[in-house]
């Protein structure tokens, strides 16, 4: 290695920041590339037999003051120069970490590992190689919480996606829901599932049905709503007192469908059929 220096250049620069064209920052640069091959914070150097070799990173080469090696001849690193080279490639890759680091990730040791290690130019033996270990380790600490942090975040994100998607769902069920029992709810809605009950529950086909839409058409005109003032009868079939019709359901004064239910047992139970009890009422004005 006769009249090569192998000591890497230093600068004048006050900070590490400020060095932004220095051999040093072009190192960094060219580490921060994809096809540059970062491993425990130390790569991008050959090392063997505690020689160390640019191989074919033209980038790193220059940073380092050494042309590329070619197939023949690889300029090598030794000794404390080694320990630099190592020194700034470490420095490289944790400042890449800290930077894409999850903002929710602490970084403060691993930025505080760098800021000791960045007077490597100075040290040389254990306490650089103490200092460089720490630093790969905190490296690798800051990028292990990193991605679990962003695995965290993933999750949270799918699961309050799920949530939402959930919430809608319900949310488009119950204004569905809604929607039903408002149509239910009108005199035809009623009428519908009146027949609808009395034919499917009861047998009674379209000419007990015409008795049963006589009876309650006299008695509430199929409102729900209905209420007599003299008496306190309640909602389509005049149930006295209405919660007499909570045996179906306890939203008996706001569904249709609950009050007809409960009618339409009423008169099976008490009549046998809705002409019976029409032939009943139209003699007593009540059934």
Known sequence: MTGRNTDLPTTTASTRREALNSPNRRLRRAL????TLIVGGAAVLAVAGGIATVGTQPAIGEALGMPTASATAAPALAGTALDRAQAAA??????????????????????????????????SGAALTSRISSTVDATTAVA???????KQDADAK???????KR????????A???????????VEGAKATASSLASSKYGWGSDQFQCLDNLWTKESGW????VNANGGATGIPQALPGSKMATIASDWRTNA???????LQYISDAYGTPCAAWSHSQASNFY
């Open 158 to 164: 799918a699961a309050a996606a799920a949530a939402a």
């Open 144 to 150: 292990d919480a990193s991605a679990a942090q962003d």
């Open 90 to 123: 470490t420095i490289a890759t944790a400042e890449t970490i800290a930077d894409s680091a999850n903002e929710k990730t602490d970084t403060g040791v691993l930025e505080r590992r760098i800021d000791a290690l960045d007077d490597y130019r100075k040290l």
């Open 257 to 263: 469908t609950t009050q007809i239910t409960w009618g």
């Open 167 to 174: 919430a809608a769902a319900e949310r488009a069920a119950a």
């Open 223 to 226: 409102n729900y709503q209905a």
């Open 176 to 186: 569905e829901a809604a929607r039903k029992q408002a149509a239910a709810n009108t």
């Open 32 to 35: 921060r590339r994809p096809t």
